[in-house]
């Protein structure tokens, strides 16, 4: 169900009203036959010295949360600011929730209870709530609370309303709706409800609902090097930038140098960094600190704690959170343009410019990168992502194409141009067909060369816009349809649906996480497994020294235990579960494909065997001994973690499955 659907605008025409259903009384009214549940009592007289509109809570600001919408999206209160709020906790299994959620269902069609906003908050699983959901076909809007809601709110495992007034304070608060305790409660929340629109401000109107996907960030409390407190909560009111890294990491040893230094020019402007390492490689974290001019805080999490908060696998992983605790830009890996799009990110983190002010101190007339415009503008990144255009760098990367001179210039941006593609290692941000190749070079904007006055970039002149395509997509490339219908399919906003689509649609932000992924990581698709058979003939050595391992043998350890049709197991005792090739694919070719083989560590491996020699190379990626650590444990880590295998210890187990002399390519 589409949050947009759910929390609508529910404005009715004067004079319309609603039936309510009586099945929750008629429910109560036999199956209880208490005199507590009758109609004809005083409802407030039901309630305690200390509940309901004199609950100690009443009267305090409500705390601060971002809650999870089904659709993966991300609603904080704060985005309810002007409206009266109804909130309900509960957990789905517990007695009484269904009644709960389908008479909140009613109070929210009831015409009378306009403006207020109501949300259900449940302590579960996203896939229990979903299930919740769809058996009682609740009407009221349902997020997950993974927990730290409730806990902010004192609330425990009985059932709890909390109303609030539109500035966000507390008025009234009811707990434990159970058996007789159940009609009078609800009866003193329905009169509350009748009062609170009463306290919304003069002039409020219809609120639109702004759900973000910027997640609240994680907070966490640790010690640094020195001893020294770190409390990412206390640093709220500032723009801090968590940077997990590995000292033994080449990728974070390219990427501090070009961040490090940015950090210590806003530190002035209210900016904290935090860094996370997952050990102490060798005692030289203090000597590496010093080499790179770290002098920031730099927390230590041996068990990937805070790792696992931030789902971070791979270093360097970045994080700038906002002044108000949620996370504005993530960037993975390390970036040739690091510096420039850190310091856009953080002014417009900031807040005290506006985003066309900022966009117009660009460098004029040069390339920026799909980075710089993302920061601004994510809902055109999010439907260019779903278009091959975002993906055009992979289509050269199959053969040897990558290296073709008149290939290249056509699967990248602005190649030889100020700013623009020079080549894979050094401007990688540039590959790909982005942003500037149709709007052109992002420096000058907004307006034509920024001239004072302009409010939006320049709009795309379809004609001209043809041109542009016909510069590539030209003899044997030439498009197989008409230009006006191919620009239907890569331009923004043209369709009334494609914001709802692409916004809350599970399978399209699927693929554009998959695509993003390959794009940023250099990672290939669709690539199929071959099994550990195939790899023999030519790395004999390394197959023996892995057929020793415990790797080797773990389908055998399902079987023990009676579990290997369990698919809750299965992934991570096998090879390419799900995928081309892999474990349970019936067209697969290759041989058995049960326990944990080479190319769980090293790619699917179709490519690599039908590569000629010249490219072998090229065509191994996934773990690498130029990522000895930081993509090892990644990797290790979804399978060897805190739920499954608590006691694993990375540096003991490497040694293990390590391949103690790798054999060349002959």
């Not at 993530?330 to 040739?336: A, L, N, S, T």
């Amino acid at each position: 169900m589409l949050p947009c659907a759910l929390l609508r605008d529910r404005s009715i025409a004067s004079g319309a009203r609603l039936v309510r259903a009586p099945g929750l009384a008629l429910l109560l009214a036999s199956a209880l036959a208490l005199p507590a549940c009758g109609g004809g009592g005083d409802a407030g007289s039901a309630l305690g010295p200390q509940e309901g509109a004199n609950h100690p809570m009443v009267g305090r600001k409500a705390p601060d949360f971002a809650a999870e919408d089904p659709s993966g999206l991300w609603l904080p209160l704060s985005n309810l600011k002007g409206k009266p709020v109804a909130l309900l906790f509960f957990r789905p299994g517990a007695a009484f929730a269904p009644e709960l959620v389908a008479e909140l269902g009613r109070f929210r069609a009831d015409p009378d209870n306009v403006p207020t906003v109501f949300l259900g908050l449940a302590r579960d699983s996203m896939d229990r709530i979903k299930e919740f959901q769809r058996i009682q076909k609740a009407s009221l809007p349902l997020l997950r609370d993974s927990g730290p809601i409730g806990a902010s709110y004192g609330v425990g495992d009985l059932a709890t309303i909390v109303l609030l007034d539109a500035d966000g304070i507390v008025r009234f608060r009811l707990d434990g709706f159970l058996g007789a305790q159940l009609r009078p409660r609800l009866e003193a929340t329905r009169e509350m409800l009748r009062r609170l629109p009463q306290i919304v401000k003069e002039g409020a109107q219809a609120l639109d609902l702004a759900y973000t996907k910027d997640p609240r960030a994680p907070v966490f409390a640790s010690r640094d090097l020195d001893g020294r407190a770190v409390d990412l909560a206390a640093l709220r009111g500032k723009v801090v930038v968590l940077n997990f890294f590995d000292q033994e990491c080449p990728h974070c040893q390219r990427d501090l140098p070009r961040l490090v230094p940015v950090l210590k020019e806003f530190r002035s402007r209210g900016v904290a960094a935090i860094g996370i390492a997952s050990r102490d490689a060798g005692g030289g974290m203090r000597r590496f600190l010093k080499e790179h001019g770290i002098d920031y805080p730099v927390v230590l999490d041996p068990k990937r704690a805070i790792f696992a908060q931030y789902e971070s696998e791979g270093t360097p992983d970045t994080f700038i959170v906002d002044r108000d605790g949620f996370i504005r830009f993530r960037e993975k890996g390390d970036r040739p343009d690091r510096a420039d799009l850190t310091r856009l990110q953080l002014r417009i983190a900031l807040g005290r410019e506006t985003p066309l002010a900022i966009a117009a101190t660009l460098p004029k007339d040069r390339y920026a990168g799909d980075g710089a415009c993302r920061s601004c503008h994510l809902r055109e990144y999010d439907d260019w992502l779903l278009t091959p255009h975002s993906i055009a760098w992979d289509s050269l990367q199959k053969g040897d194409k990558w290296r073709d001179g008149e290939c290249v210039p056509c699967h990248v941006t602005a190649k030889g141009r100020p700013g623009g593609f020079v080549d894979p290692e050094t401007t990688l941000q540039m590959v790909n067909v982005q942003c500037e190749v149709c709007h052109g070079p992002g420096g000058g904007h907004p307006g034509a060369g920024g001239h004072p006055g302009a409010s939006e970039a320049p709009a795309v002149d379809p004609v001209a816009l043809s041109g542009v395509c016909a510069t590539c997509h030209t003899g044997k490339f030439v498009l197989n349809f008409k230009v006006d219908e191919a620009l239907a399919l890569v331009a923004h906003r043209d369709h009334p649906d494609l914001d709802r689509l692409f916004r809350y649609s599970g399978l399209q932000r699927q693929r554009i996480e998959e695509v993003n992924k390959r794009r940023l990581e250099k990672f290939k698709s669709g690539v199929a497994y071959v099994g550990a058979d195939a790899c023999r003939d030519c790395h004999a050595r390394e197959y023996d020294q892995w057929s020793g391992t415990p790797h080797a043998a773990a389908f055998a350890r399902l079987l023990q235990q009676g579990r290997g049709g369990d698919n809750t197991c299965t992934p991570c005792h096998t090879t390419g579960m799900g995928r081309k090739g892999g474990f349970l694919d019936k067209s697969a070719t290759g041989g058995p494909m049960t326990n944990v083989q080479c190319e769980v560590c090293h790619g699917p491996g179709d490519d690599h065997v039908k590569a000629p020699r010249a490219l072998k190379k090229e065509t191994i990626y996934g773990i690498t001994d130029q990522c000895s650590f930081c993509i090892i444990q990644g990797v290790c880590a979804t399978c060897h973690d805190q739920a499954n295998d608590p006691k694993f210890d990375i540096e003991k187990a490497l040694p293990r499955v390590r391949h103690a002399a790798a054999k060349k390519e002959g």
